[in-house]
């Protein structure tokens, strides 16, 4: 596979990007890196790594970069040579499987659909998140690339959910759960409702309506949202498992025994954190787009872009976007265009006077 990289994007960038992906490149010799970004800058953080750039890695110049506070739509028709522009239009045309960048995620979305374009009979493209469980990952989507989403669009996500679950994380027929006020199936406002019961019928392995919890107990692998929720689940979730550990860390260090106490306990804490280690999933895929584009977190570091780009390039050898399309052309009737031909049938029917 060849990953196109985003050198300039994200908190750390452009020295935890290439380093990130100097170690997968050195690791994984079949698949070619492309950095893309300024490349003088570029080959400064190589010269100051240390190692010699790997056989596999070539630079791609794109001098201008999109800043996390610029509108996305803007930035692109100004900044045709910003690294995030550059990196997609290699997928588009065809000189890289796969996006990855730790840059703004609105950028990397807007040029995804724009320069991408969207697969057919999906209409709208989803951005899941990964919730860490004991028992395996449970994938959330959508966390905020629509905030609001019909029913339809929701049985889309869960349906390349599912595909991504299945072919990418390794999960055989994944459970599809919809995030609901409750379990039963009259729960919820009118859209989960109508959710529920075109999951129920749709060709998917649905298990009903979830609740929070049920998804830290791993009662679902694939659970559907709109954006707006699952924004506001997602950061929850980050936020308190990351208030957690910094409490126990303090607390554990208070006392004169603290430091046996620390050294007893390690082997349990590295266990717990491995198990609640969140960086080895690398990144999030826009679902929905002509291409692989991999959203990494903004504060990523070498390890985690090295694990995304390994998303990426599992995710283009398992041929995601076309898996996707194949899915939406055998479920034509989910679609928006689906949806506007039943409409239309139906007021035909109501305008034709009966015999």
């Not at 056989?55 to 506070?69: F, H, Q, T, W, Y």
């Not at 997602?234 to 409490?247: A, L, N, P, Q």
């Not at 399309?325 to 409409?343: Q, Y």
Request: aromatic share 4%; hydrophobic share 45%; with cysteine.
């Amino acid at each position: 596979m060849r990953i196109a990289v985003d050198a300039m994007g994200g908190d750390h960038a452009p020295r935890e990007v290439v380093r990130g992906a100097i170690d997968y490149a050195t690791g994984t010799p079949a698949d070619e890196v492309i950095l893309v970004g300024d490349t003088a800058s570029i080959e400064a953080e190589i010269a100051e790594d240390g190692r010699p750039r790997p056989a596999n890695v070539r630079l791609v110049d794109a001098p201008e970069v999109i800043g996390m506070g610029e509108h996305p739509a803007t930035a692109l028709r100004t900044k045709r040579r910003a690294s995030i522009v550059v990196a997609t239009d290699l997928v588009r045309d065809g000189e890289a499987d796969a996006v990855v960048s730790a840059g703004s995620t609105g950028a990397t979305m807007a040029a995804a659909i724009f320069r991408l374009g969207r697969i057919s009979g999906i209409d709208r493209p989803a951005l899941p998140a990964h919730m860490v469980t004991d028992t395996g990952p449970v994938m959330l989507l959508d966390v905020g690339a629509n905030m609001d989403s019909a029913p339809d669009n929701l049985v889309q996500f869960a349906a390349m959910g599912a595909i991504f679950s299945e072919h990418v994380l390794g999960v055989p027929n994944p459970r599809i759960g919809l995030l609901n006020v409750g379990e039963e199936v009259e729960k919820g406002d009118e859209r989960a409702r109508e959710t529920h019961a075109k999951l129920a019928e749709a060709d998917l392995n649905f298990v009903g309506n979830v609740e929070a919890h049920d998804m830290i107990a791993h009662r679902a692998d694939v659970v559907v949202c709109d954006g707006f929720v699952g924004n506001v689940v997602i950061k929850f979730f980050e936020g308190i498992t990351t208030y957690i550990f910094r409490s126990l860390r303090v607390d554990l260090q208070q006392g004169p025994i603290a430091p046996l106490a620390l050294l007893a306990l390690k082997p349990g804490f590295d266990r717990t954190r491995a198990r609640f280690d969140h960086e080895r999933y690398g990144g999030a895929p826009l679902l929905g787009v002509k291409g692989v584009s991999i959203v990494s977190h903004g504060r990523a570091k070498a390890r985690m872009i090295e694990h995304a780009i390994r998303v990426a390039s599992e995710s283009a050898h398992a041929r995601v976007p076309e898996l996707i399309g194949e899915w939406t052309r055998d479920h034509p009737a989910l679609s928006h265009r689906g949806v506007r031909s039943r409409i239309a049938a139906r007021l035909h029917r109501e305008r034709t006077p009966a015999p």
